[in-house]
């Protein structure tokens, strides 16, 4: 995981990029999601499900 985002601007799904990361690897996570109800995203539906649970994996506890 060393060199894997180091240095590297990267175009990839959260929730993909994320499973590329080991468990506990990410120290903090600060989020802040779009609320569905108060804004139309033309049809783009946001599965909060799977990016929750996958930032749960990475983070540290306490993060």
Do not use: A, H
Not at 18 to 35: A, G
Request: include cysteine.
């Amino acid at each position: 995981m060393k060199d894997l985002f180091l240095n590297k601007v990267t175009q990839i799904d959260c929730v993909e990029g994320m499973k590329r990361l080991p468990n506990n690897s990410i120290d903090l996570t600060v989020t802040s999601p779009p609320y569905n109800n108060l804004r139309d995203y033309d049809g783009y539906n946001f599965d909060y499900k799977k990016t929750i649970e996958q930032l749960y994996r990475v983070t540290r506890s306490g993060g």
